[in-house]
């Protein structure tokens, strides 16, 4: 096997806010019954994490889970471990209606942080980042200007986006351009 | 003259002038000017030429609702045309060009147009260009262009040098306008805790208070402003922006907020504008109000101007229009103009109240200072070009007669106070007619209504109709405190300030001055401005049938222009009642849309412009693909590379040797956007029989096939590879344009119709980079790499067959191959980790050289599969294309019961033998058919145009066979086998091509069996 | 811009975040059916001036299809749920009921 590379190899812009592509992340993408034992289970064992209230992510020590719909969860795991963890997670599942896939490389992950991260992203989501409506924990799936994203807050103030690979140029330009430094909106 | 004053001008800084340039001359202005306060300080009335007739003007107003002074403003890759200069802050450095003039501003060829003007009445240009006929395209329609149009377009080969910003923000209440009224209701919201933002369009705030004088607990409005301000900027909950205009009121409580940022600083770091795209739980509208022209003849020569205006001018900045002034007014307000301009030392001549008795208490206080009032008097008619230079007098209940002349360089005119209802309007809060102050103010009972189907919508302050202080400051009280608990805040008492003013008499109507004025004086009345609209253009639509508001409208552009008829609007309507018998109301208005005032299109784009204009999608070799001459391709959102052209060869020659060597040597396709879906699930088989029309839940584990999927309509929507990956599972590959919009379909099935079938879908098509190894070499370069590594999985014919599939290790590179053929060359398209696959493509490169591999694009997947008779989503089909007729019956399963399209396949004209057929197309010279050419048939259709009998759908010179081929699809094109059809082209040549069998290369299928 | 709930994620969601997906609660005719039966399944909507059924996903969200009672005239949302379901639920009727008493749409009231 020959090194494997993220989207855009840790590349890094400071505005108003931080902004730098993650590297690669290990990322499954599972559906199933949420409510289930053995899903519970399997996916403590996956992540050391609990399965998330609904628009919440669920950190561990090594790893998370993030909700992503009623029934799909993202799980996230060590990048060079992650075909391992999905073998068990099979097995664990098996005899349940569900579906887990390995999805680290369809992902390009970035860290916004800093005293801007949160308007740079008000505006390119249509999503309400006041520190009242957006707090550490929460994670929310929507628009990032023309294309699909998550993200979520950590107790550091921190966002973790996740978008599609393919896009992570334009996800990248898109943050550095909203987190220009004269471009502080003043009101987060 | 019009000049800068000795004193007065509250808001400007004596001790920093501005340098700035009009139409290149040079000007001085001081820190805190408008453009328009700078041009009046130095004596330029005129600002502009009218758009129709080219008549001189000059400013009438002071703010947002001026409508003749635009400009051409900055240069280069910053000049934008129609600015408006009352809105316009000074900067060191600005250059303002005036419009619709040539060659100059004082001498003007198009002003002939004022003495055409009986002949240019409403409808002109309706009425004159419609005979002959045929001089339309090639006389009229040139010199309308070339007429039409305000101001200059930017020169379109230049870019905006500057950049845009959008900010989504979420508040409980938020408050348009920082007057007092606003200020105050953002004052009564926040005292519950509820979030607040306030925005104000200009740089100050306090709106007119300040200038037309009163107290508020005992202050003066000023210092008030001072006061409340500071409270709400010392309260977390509160957000205050001025230069930032509320554009427009929308849906669901949305509200856009248009914020300048540099444009009173350009070329500043940063995004010169942002657009607030808000959510409001609430909105207040402190909207404030306008005043309105009196209509008069004469009424647009430059020096006339709002009575408000004026004293803003002279109160704000210091300047003063004129040094001899006549006022015309119908009511008490405009004497606060007569009494500012007293104590700044101008002149005023004469006060001419239309009402018989005259006004109240300030009308006293005016006859005090020693300055004539003359009730029930009226402008006759105002001359003097360029300049104000005589105001005749008459009575107003007369028809202009018996006139008396008095000598002024200035006129203020007011005739009442119209509400800005605008953003109470625009997402459909209704209006009632105001019979004492002669206008529209919002209907509390019925404000706009929101997702809760209750009002969201608060009109506070003058935008509600109280037009003075005292009730003004109570009104917006209750609105603050009204909106916030409308949004789900406990109620807090919050004390209204009192406001005190001179009490004032009742206005009186009056919409034309004098109130009979004759034919020739209603011809020199202007209601619009900015078109050229006159009061005898009203009439004529009036009596020319144009009843409705919306078709007078229309018929004489009144209120059309930029300023969306702001001063015209209440006029031109009261015009247009009067002279078809009826009452305003019955009249009604216009609709009022957003935005406000114009915005710019970069604040609309936001930050979608130059590399972040949409998004580009790359695979995971994109980078390698563009170094190495690709010439791209948009698919969708991808970028693919169409061909890889290298520097001495023209595009044409690239994918022809692309072809050859591919056909003849190793060729690799970066396939990687192609969509893969994975379905599994109990239910996945009968799920994919339902999805696709052939039957998928009897491919074999291994086994790979082909697929068709139709829509209920029964057209086809996609097409692709389904391999069966275990007992369980399935994987769809899906066109490059397709994965998401697949992807979304089969979720709307399974969730919205078969919601208890067990099956998950889930997209992976980014998780793996795909390649196309294609060619006779193909197998071999596998094997090397497989060599090299000291192993791998088996790709030899026996181990892995045409349409199966395999996982294992491709030299050091997990992967999956699937041994189909897209092409008809030995194939196989082979995943890997999308992380690898730039490194897998190198492998590939590397260990191919010997095999004389090269890459090739999607013009030569193209042509190659053309050439073996292979159809493409988009190309064959259009959406109106069904199976059956592209001769592909053979994927239609006659096992199953039902699938997406099989009761539409039934319908009458689905079955119809009739359907054009796709056929092969081999031109008799050997030439390439024009894409998208019609085949012609005998005789004429109803519009007298050849029969159309067939199209071309792909159409492609071939290197293999060195001719022409297409496809098509062509009427009982399958039973003309043989026979000869003209495609007639657009370069007048004719192309007659013979009917033949699609697949024109390798029939047999020999050369994939290898 | 709208701004509808969804009923999966409970996401108050503008319009840019959802995608459109015409009439609600169509019942599919496939092979079997009659000519009339299949082309008002495909062609025949309300499209009703007031109280009206849509479908929407959350496709910038959630990705789930739901369903919302609303009127079209004036935008007012009487409320979202499922879409898997065959009929409004109860508690949506209800709702319509308290703001517009004499609503009908197809064979509901």
């Known amino acids: ?188 | 003259m019009s000049t800068r004053l000795a004193n007065q001008g509250r808001l400007i800084d004596r001790s920093k002038p501005i340098e700035f340039t009009f139409n290149g001359n040079r000007m001085t202005g001081y820190e805190g000017d408008t453009l328009a306060s700078a041009l009046l300080a130095n004596d330029q009335m005129m600002v502009g030429r009218s758009f129709k007739y080219h008549r001189p003007r000059g400013l009438v107003a002071s703010g947002a609702e001026e409508p003749n002074a635009l400009v051409g403003l900055g240069n280069g890759d910053r000049f934008e045309p129609n600015q408006r200069v009352t809105t316009t802050e000074l900067f060191a450095g600005l250059s303002a060009q005036s419009q619709n003039h040539w060659p100059s501003l004082e001498f003007d060829v198009g002003a002939i147009n004022t003495h055409l003007s009986r002949f240019l009445p409403a409808g002109f240009y309706y009425k004159m260009f419609m005979y002959p006929k045929a001089f339309w395209k090639h006389v009229y329609e040139p010199i309308i262009r070339h007429s039409a149009g305000l101001g200059k377009a930017p020169d379109k080969e230049l870019k905006d040098a500057d950049q845009y910003e959008h900010f989504y923000f979420f508040a409980d209440v938020v408050v348009v306008g920082g007057g007092v009224a606003g200020l105050q209701a953002a004052k009564a919201a926040a005292a519950t805790g509820a979030k607040v933002l306030l925005m104000e369009q200009t740089n100050t705030w306090g709106g007119r208070a300040p200038v037309d004088g009163g107290t508020i607990d005992g202050d003066t409005p000023e210092a008030w402003v001072e006061k409340t301000l500071a409270e709400l900027e010392a309260m977390d909950n509160v957000t205050l922006r001025s230069r930032c205009m509320g554009s427009g009121v929308y849906d669901h409580g949305y509200v856009l907020g248009y914020e300048r940022l540099t444009d009173h600083t350009p070329g500043a770091a940063g995004p010169r504008h942002r657009l607030w795209r808000i959510r409001a739980k609430q909105i207040v509208t402190a909207t404030g109000a306008i005043e309105r022209p009196l209509s008069f003849a004469g009424n647009d020569v430059p020096g006339v101007m709002l009575a408000g205006a004026m004293r803003d001018y002279v109160a704000n900045w210091g300047v003063t229009p004129g040094k001899r002034v006549v006022i015309a007014t119908n009511n008490d307000d405009a004497y606060r103009t007569a009494i500012t301009l007293h104590n700044a030392g101008v002149e005023v001549v004469r006060v001419l109240d239309a009402r018989a008795s005259g006004g109240g208490a300030l009308m006293e206080e005016v006859r005090q200072l020693g300055i004539r009032v003359d009730p029930g008097r009226a402008i006759a008619k105002v001359t003097g070009g360029k300049r104000v230079a005589k105001v005749a007098v008459c009575a107003q209940n007369g028809e202009g007669g018996a006139q008396e002349d008095v000598v002024a360089d200035a006129v203020a005119m007011s005739g009442g106070w119209s509400p800005v209802v605008h953003l109470w309007s625009h997402c459909g809060g209704k209006l009632i007619w105001d019979d004492a102050q002669a206008h529209f103010r919002p209907d509390a009972s019925r404000p706009p209504l929101g997702d809760d189907g209750a009002g969201f919508v608060v009109a506070a302050g003058s935008a509600n109709g109280t037009l003075d202080l005292e009730n003004t400051l109570t009104d917006a009280t209750a609105a603050g405190a009204a909106a916030a608990k409308a949004a789900g805040f406990a109620k807090k008492a919050v004390k209204a300030p009192v406001g005190s003013v001179q009490a004032e008499q009742p206005m009186a109507p009056v919409w034309l001055m004098p109130a009979k004025a004759d034919i020739k004086l209603r011809m020199k009345t202007w209601l619009d401005y900015q078109n050229d609209v006159k009061v005898s253009d009203v009439q004529l639509a009036a009596r020319e049938g144009y009843e409705s508001v919306e078709h007078t409208k229309r018929y004489t552009t009144l209120g059309m222009a930029t300023d969306q008829g702001k001063l015209s609007n209440i006029n031109g309507l009261a015009v247009l009642a009067d002279t078809l018998g009826s009452e305003i109301p019955q009249v009604g208005t216009t609709t009022f849309r957003p935005p406000y005032t114009p915005i710019s299109m970069g604040a609309i784009g936001g930050e979608a412009r130059g590399e972040i204009f949409q998004p580009i999608r790359k695979t995971p070799m994109h980078d390698w693909h563009d170094a190495n001459g690709a010439d791209w391709e948009p698919v969708g959102q991808w970028r693919r590379a169409y061909a890889f052209v290298r520097s001495s060869e023209s595009v044409e020659d690239a994918v022809a040797r692309e072809v050859k060597n591919t056909r003849e040597n190793l060729g690799l396709l970066d396939a990687s956007t192609l969509g893969k879906l994975v379905v599994k699930g109990p239910d996945a088989g009968k799920f994919l029989d339902m999805m696709y029309t052939n039957m998928m839940s009897n491919l074999k584990v291994g086994k790979c096939r082909y697929g068709l999927m139709c829509s209920e309509n029964g057209f086809l929507i996609d097409d692709g590879v389904v391999a069966r990956i275990d007992d369980d599972t399935w994987l769809c590959h899906t066109t490059t344009g397709g994965a998401e919009r697949i992807h979304g379909h089969m979720e709307e099935w399974l969730q919205t119709e078969w919601w208890d079938w067990k099956v998950y879908v889930a997209n992976v098509t980014e998780q793996l980079a795909q390649v196309a190894v294609v060619g006779p070499n193909a197998r071999k370069v596998l094997e090397k790499l497989n060599a090299q590594a000291g192993g791998g999985m088996d790709v030899s014919k026996e181990a892995l067959a045409f349409m199966e599939w395999k996982d294992g290790k491709i030299g050091e590179f997990d992967a999956r191959a699937y041994r189909i053929s897209f092409s008809g060359e030995l194939s196989y398209e082979i995943a890997v980790p999308a992380s690898q696959g730039m490194a897998f493509w190198q492998a590939l490169l590397e260990a191919g050289k010997e095999f004389g591999v090269m890459p090739y694009g999607t013009e030569c997947l193209h042509i190659m599969r053309a050439e073996k008779g292979f159809i493409m989503i988009g190309d064959e089909t259009d959406g109106t294309v069904i199976p059956q007729d592209l001769g592909l019956h053979w994927a239609l399963s006659k096992k199953k019961e039902d699938y997406l399209g099989k009761r539409a396949h039934l319908r009458s004209h689905m079955a119809d033998p009739d359907r054009w057929q796709l056929v092969g197309l081999e031109t008799v010279d050997g030439s390439v058919i024009p894409d998208g050419a019609y085949a012609v048939g005998e005789g004429l259709n109803a519009n007298g145009q050849r029969n159309v009998v067939g199209r071309v759908t792909s159409t492609y010179h071939s290197p293999t066979l060195n001719k022409g081929i297409a496809m098509g699809l062509v009427h009982n094109g399958q039973k003309r086998m043989g026979e000869v059809i003209e495609f007639p082209g657009t370069d007048d040549k004719t192309y007659k091509a013979k009917i033949v069998d699609q697949v024109f290369y390798d029939k047999e299928g020999e050369k994939q069996n290898v | 811009m709208l701004i509808l709930e969804c009923p999966y994620c409970g996401v108050k969601a503008e319009e840019t975040e959802l995608h459109a997906g015409g009439e609600a609660h169509l019942k599919r005719f496939g092979p079997g059916s009659s000519d009339s039966e299949f082309h008002d399944y495909l062609f025949m909507r309300e499209n009703p001036k007031g109280v009206h059924f849509d479908r929407w996903r959350h496709i910038n969200g959630c990705g789930k299809w739901f369903h919302a009672a609303r009127c079209t005239m004036t935008l007012e949302v009487f409320g979202t749920y499922s879409a898997q379901t065959f009929e409004p639920p109860q508690d949506i009727r209800d709702a319509i009921s308290a703001k517009r008493p004499d609503w009908t749409w197809r064979e509901f009231k």
Not at chain 1, 51 to 73: H, K, R, Y
């Open chain 1, 1 to 188: 096997m020959s090194d494997p590379v993220s989207a855009l190899q840790g590349a890094q812009f400071s505005g108003i806010a931080s902004v730098e592509e993650g590297g690669l992340a290990g990322m499954i993408t599972l559906r199933g019954d949420l409510g289930s034992k053995v899903m519970q289970a399997a996916v403590k064992e996956a992540t050391g994490a609990d399965i998330p209230a609904t628009n919440q992510v669920s950190l561990s020590a090594d790893g998370g889970t993030a909700w992503m719909s009623p029934d799909e969860l993202l799980l996230m795991v060590s990048y060079t471990e992650v075909e391992e963890i999905l073998a068990a997670l099979n097995k664990s599942l098996a005899g349940e209606h569900a579906l887990a896939v390995n999805v680290s490389d369809a992902r390009a992950v970035f860290r916004v942080s800093g005293d801007g991260a949160r308007e740079t992203l008000a505006k390119i989501c249509p999503v309400d980042l006041s520190a009242e409506a957006f707090v550490p924990g929460q994670f929310r799936r929507t628009r990032m200007a023309q294309v699909a994203a998550a993200f979520w807050l950590d107790e550091s103030g921190a966002f973790t986006i996740v978008c599609f690979r393919s896009v992570a140029d334009y996800v990248f330009n898109l943050l550095s351009n909203a987190a220009h430094p004269q471009s502080a909106v003043g009101v987060y």
